[in-house]
């Protein structure tokens, strides 16, 4: 029996949070532009959870934007699917069990296009929320009038400008537009690119007035780790012990936080913030930013190529080994906390970092290393260079853990080409897929297959990093001595992370 509408009534599960009928008769309120985990395993959720308590009562059209995959998955299950989550809490297991009903629907932007711009033109649609990942807002300049336009700014502006024309310029009919990309300023970016590609289509002035008094970009940061699917031995024993095939489930921590930027208004129209304590809308992020974005972010990003050479395939497993715990706590505290660019109290900040190592040992999440490196060179520059060059504002030696992290992440985008276009690595004589958009140029700097030089072609990177690495004091140096204590086959030796 697959998970669908029409068979919720055929499951007996006490312990799950089962949708009512009523649900499915809500209007959409939120489009959604991302079928991806995160989005589904936190604003849905929260969504999802303000509907049953009748607070915020309005679902979710979710835009598919890229064309791998399909939508076939959430048409069978009527957009439901299981959250299974997780986690430990003040030395306690928590565990929750929810079926979201937050989809209504989802839309192939390359086919169903006229479909998004009729909900353009819904009175009942207020949000607007993104996740298209680091890469996914940026200028495109294209005519927006395309069907549909190639980049997520561009989407948005032809919605926009169908809302528009829709409602004839009624200053009551802009919408909250929330992106979840984890960049810093993600709200005041996407408004800037939308309102430059407006221009640049030359969009009456009447748009341009409303577009930027109508509308709000908030920016926003979420927080919550969700590895997506179980894996197939434990998504057949939850199909036996549940009774239903789901093929859409995702795991997830307990945790979670979704902080928005924005005033009373805003909240008033989020009012499924109401529904849990971890949607916060307040004047102000950059607290939860720069806590979450370094700390967490920044130490998985750091210590992610560093397990990976190590042997280690999931944080989970990287946590139970001790000498890995002593490297990523002395990375987390002594290397990354005093470098936050961000006046922080020392207690709070603290506090967090240990909550995040917590997170990192939930034994029931399997967070696998290959996914954290998704984008990996963009991962680095937004949430590690600001660290590092913070770091030389206090210190002139260089930071060894962050060196060691940039070492082993060099070596793991040593990639080639494969005939599909898809890049691969190799270490210990095991392949593995690279997604990132600069794999490339990995590639080709690691045709001169000189330690040294590769690693001086990288750092001094203006293009990559916006700043000459090579230029730090020492960091070179100490980026190569870490380098050459990885072997030929790319593996850190037993006693490297030791202190």
Known sequence: MILSKYNLKKINMPAFQLPQEQVFELPEKVLQFGTGVLLRGLPDYFIDKANRKGIFNGRVVVVKSTDTGSVTDFDKQDGLYTIYSKGIENAKEIKEQVICSAISRVLSASTDWDAILEVARSPHLQVV???????????????????????????????????????????????????????????????????????????????????????????SLVDRIVP???????????????????????????????????????????????????????????????????????????SCAVAYLSGFRTVKEAMDDDEFTKFITRLAFNEILPAIPYKIDHAVATDFAGKVLDRFRNPYIRHEWLSISMQYTTKIKMRVIPLLLNHYTINNSAPECVALGFAAFIRFMRVKAGDNGQYTGTINDEEYKVTDSQAEYFAKVWESNDINTVVQNVLKNKELWDADLSALPGFENAVIEQFNRINAKGQLEPGIIKN
């Open 129 to 219: 929320i993104s996740n298209t990942t680091e890469v996914g807002i940026k200028l495109v300049k294209e005519d927006v009038r395309k069907h549909p336009p190639v980049s997520y700014p561009g989407k948005l502006l032809a919605i926009l400008y169908e809302r528009y024309k829709a409602f004839n310029g009624s200053k009551d009919r802009g919408l909250v537009i929330i992106p979840t990309e984890l960049i810093v300023d993600n709200g005041k970016k996407l408004e800037a690119i939308v309102l430059e590609l407006a221009h640049l289509n030359k969009l009456e002035p009447a748009f341009m007035d409303w577009l930027e008094s109508s509308n709000s970009f908030c920016n």
């Open 228 to 302: 997506g699917r179980p894996d197939k031995a434990l998504s057949d024993e939850q199909e036996i012990a549940n009774g239903y095939a789901d093929n859409l489930s995702i795991i997830s921590e307990t945790y979670g936080l979704w902080a928005i930027e924005g005033d009373d208004k805003i909240a008033s129209v989020l009012s499924f913030s109401l529904a849990d304590k971890g949607v916060v809308i307040t004047p102000d992020i950059e607290l939860f930013r720069e806590l979450k974005l370094r700390l967490l972010n920044g130490t998985h990003t750091l």
